[in-house]
């Protein structure tokens, strides 16, 4: 089931706009050097967009005070309206039926948008 849904996903739920978007932001973090944490934490919630059934983002142990004061710059420089988008485009997608598991998966996404960095992305047993 979870192949199915990730294979609707891409194709219909957006997971494909979404991994593109974050690949590009993640190549200008790359580009600009200073920013390279962030183009990892792009990189991360890229490949989640792609395939989000059967997956979830959990805290890591080792992240440090570092990551705690990036993400307080990411979610103030970009973080909010990411998050704010993938609400919009899950109330959007949960109106029909079909869509409320794709409404969920964008749902699942805002924490990762909001606070990216010490986070990982794991597979759900």
Known sequence: MRLILNILWFVFGSGFVLAIGY???????FALIVTIPFGVAAMRLAVYSLWPFGRTIVDRRDAGV?????NILWL????WWIALAHIAAGVAQCVT?????????????????????????????
């Open 23 to 29: 690949g590009l932001a993640a190549l200008l973090c």
């Open 66 to 70: 570092a990551s705690g004061i990036a």
């Open 76 to 79: 103030v420089l970009f973080g």
């Open 97 to 125: 039926i079909i869509g409320i598991p794709f409404g969920i998966a964008n749902f699942k996404l805002v924490p990762a948008a909001l606070w990216p960095l010490g986070r990982e992305v794991v597979e759900v047993d």
